[in-house]
Structure formats: C-alpha cells, structure tokens
C-alpha cells in the first residue's frame, strides 16, 4: 500500500512530460493517490488530459493563475467531483524572457517585476485559499517549487530570485496561517532540470553543466526525485514538518567555494 492512499492532490504547472509537476503526479500517484491536473491554456488541455489518465484520473481542468474567475471556478468544478481536498502542488512560475538574462539592474522592469511576483508567488497564496475550504481538518498539505536564486544571486535568475524569495517567505506565513487548520505549508528547493519554463534562462546549460561538475552528488537531480519529495511532504510520513524548504538538489545548497 502507497503512503499517499487515500489522499486526494491537485497538481498545477504541468507543460509537459518533462515538467516537475509530473515528476510529482506520477510519483503521488505511485504512492496511491487520486490526482488532478490542472492545465494553463487551450493549447495543453489534450497533452494534459492524455497525462491525467496515464494516472488513472479523468479530472483536468483550466488554471491561468493570473484570472481570479478561473481559480475560483477551479475549486468549484473540484468540489463537484472530490469531497474534500488533501494536497496543492504548485509548481507555477513565469517572468518575461528578457527579465532572464543578462545583469539584473539592467534587465529589471516594474511590470517585469510584477508579472514574476504575481504569476510565481501570489498565485501561491491564491491557491491556498481557495482550496482552503476543501482542506480544512483533512491534515493536508501545500507544496511549492522554489530555487536556490531564492537566497543567492544566481546569474541570469535575476527578478525570478526575488520572486522565489517572495514565495519562500509565503510558505512560512500560510504555514503559520493554517496551522491551526490542520493544513501544512512547504517548499522543494529543486537543483536545475531541463524544463520548457527552464528554456527561458538564459545559459542555463551551462548551469546544469557548472551543478555537475561540482555538487556533492557529482549529477543534476531528476523530476523523479523532486516528485518522490513532494509526494512525502503530501504524505502523513511529514505530519510535523511544515514552513519549511527541503532542498532536492543533490546537494548543491551547502557549497562555498565549489
Ligand atoms: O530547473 C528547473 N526547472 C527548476 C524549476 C528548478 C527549481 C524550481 N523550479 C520551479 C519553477 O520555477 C516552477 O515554479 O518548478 C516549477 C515548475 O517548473 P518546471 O517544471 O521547470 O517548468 P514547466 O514544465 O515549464 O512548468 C511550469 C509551468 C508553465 O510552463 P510554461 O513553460 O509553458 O510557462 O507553469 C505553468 C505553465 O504551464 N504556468 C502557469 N499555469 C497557470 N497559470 C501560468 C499561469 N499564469 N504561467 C505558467
């Protein structure tokens, strides 16, 4: 029997079969639970619906994070299949490409930087309460995607940084908020994984060539990985961790001077 038996978990940001989104669905739906996918536009919904049911779920539904009708109605169509809520992965984050590179004080934009917080951190909380209602007392959890740009200057990240720390620093305060709820709050700080969303880094192969030759564990981390965690941090075998940010990056977190 899965550690996930039983348990109901919406998944958001999956693009593709590369996205850490699967890596977490399929291993939350290893792990025996029910799934629901969410997809960003008319464009997906197909590829999306085809990959819901290589997890035995027929349950996709649209989310653009930027339109408060679509979250909302989100949740309504959820309510009608599921009768209550045990988990949120949000792996969403979105800033312009010309944000990504280059020196940050040149690259960055008030509409570039609003764009990032809104889509990559606010959408966060957004979904938090939302899905509030159908997670109370169920001992839930959310889990969210960050990045070690979060707390480092990481070349290129740029305004996605700061929007990772924003998001970091929404963990802890929807973790305290609904703590007494019963519902538990964390982050996976994933290592660099060749991603669509990871395309928009300017020289990001070179990073994950930089992470391998120098990280502890001597190979970039896989979506298999980073799923196995969230899918733990979904799991009661997490019952006392919350407001946290366990780092799945084989390792590359504790270097100085790599
Ligand atoms: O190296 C990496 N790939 C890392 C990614 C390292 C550490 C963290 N992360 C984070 C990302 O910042 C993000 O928060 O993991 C999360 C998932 O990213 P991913 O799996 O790397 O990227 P991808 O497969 O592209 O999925 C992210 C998806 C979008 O994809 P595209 O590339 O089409 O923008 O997030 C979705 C979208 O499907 N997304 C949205 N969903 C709903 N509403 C929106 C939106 N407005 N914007 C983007």
Redesign the pocket.
């Known amino acids: 029997m899965g550690f996930l038996e039983g348990k109901k978990i919406l998944i ?5 079969n ?6 977490c669905a399929e291993a939350m739906h290893r792990q025996g639970a029910e799934i629901a996918l ?4 008319d464009k ?1 919904k197909s590829r999306v619906e085809d990959m819901a049911h290589k997890c035995g779920s027929d349950i996709a539904l649209p ?5 408060d009708a ?1 979250i909302e109605a989100l949740f309504k169509a959820l309510g009608e299949r599921w009768d209550g809520l045990d988990g949120i992965v ?5 800033a312009p490409r010309e944000q990504l590179e280059g020196d940050y004080v040149d690259a960055v934009t008030r509409e570039g930087f609003n764009t990032a917080h809104e ?2 951190s606010y ?1 966060f909380a957004a979904l938090a309460k939302a899905g509030r209602g159908m997670m109370e007392g169920r001992n839930g959890a959310l889990v ?6 979060a707390v480092r200057a990481v070349p290129n990240y740029n305004v ?1 940084g700061i929007a ?1 720390a924003s ?1 970091e620093a929404n963990v802890r305060y929807l973790a305290a908020s609904l703590g007494p709820h019963g519902t538990r709050v964390n982050g ?14 300017s020289d ?1 192969r070179d ?1 994950l060539k930089k992470v391998e030759e120098r990280t502890p564990l001597r190979r970039n981390v896989t ?1 298999e990985e ?1 799923g196995n965690a969230a899918a733990f941090l979904c799991s009661d075998l997490a019952s006392g961790i919350t407001g946290d940010i366990l780092y799945v ?1 084989t390792g590359y977190n504790i270097l100085g001077l790599g």
């Open positions: 958001t940001g999956v693009a593709s590369r996205s850490i989104a699967w890596g969410t997809y960003q536009n997906l989310l653009d994070v930027a339109q679509d949000h792996a969403i984050a979105f889509i990559s959408s969210t995607m960050t990045y070690l740009g996605m990772k998001l996976v700080s994933a290592g660099p994984i060749r991603t669509l969303a990871a395309a928009g880094i990001f990073m979506i980073v990056d």
